[in-house]
């Protein structure tokens, strides 16, 4: 059974900076590629990036030039880098993996999130 697992939320400032992972307990055959969502309260869940397995990278506009998403195959392990973090990130993350490229993506495994809370 596929898991995926976040670790790294927590409470930073704003413009502070916070890195959060993500590992699958085993190598998910068929999936082009990992990314992440968030959702805010109150809010609906919304993407904001994902990598493809050749490495491309996509991010939503409100944090394009703030966050990094990069990944290391050989851990099952996707990152998300996040800096310049603004009270409006707050959110909890979700980790998922699924089929995409640079023109979408949509994702069949999800974790069960971690949350991120920038201070004002």
């Known amino acids: 059974q596929v898991q995926l697992v976040e670790s790294g939320g927590g409470l930073v400032q704003a413009g502070g900076s916070l890195r959060i992972s993500c590992s699958a307990s085993?190598?998910?055959?068929?999936?082009?590629?990992m990314g992440w969502h968030r959702q805010a309260p109150g809010k609906q869940r919304e993407w904001v990036a994902h990598i493809t397995l050749d490495g491309h990278t996509e991010y939503t506009n409100s944090v394009k030039g703030r966050f990094t998403i990069s990944r290391d195959s050989a851990k099952n392990t996707v990152y998300l880098q996040m800096d310049s973090l603004k009270p409006e990130d707050t959110a909890v993350y979700y980790c998922?993996?699924?089929?995409?490229?640079?023109?979408?993506?949509?994702?069949?495994?999800w974790g069960q999130g971690t949350q991120v809370t920038v201070s004002s």
């Open positions: 998922n993996a699924g089929q995409g490229s640079t023109s979408y993506y949509t994702p069949g495994y």
């Open positions: 085993v190598t998910i055959r068929g999936i082009t590629a």
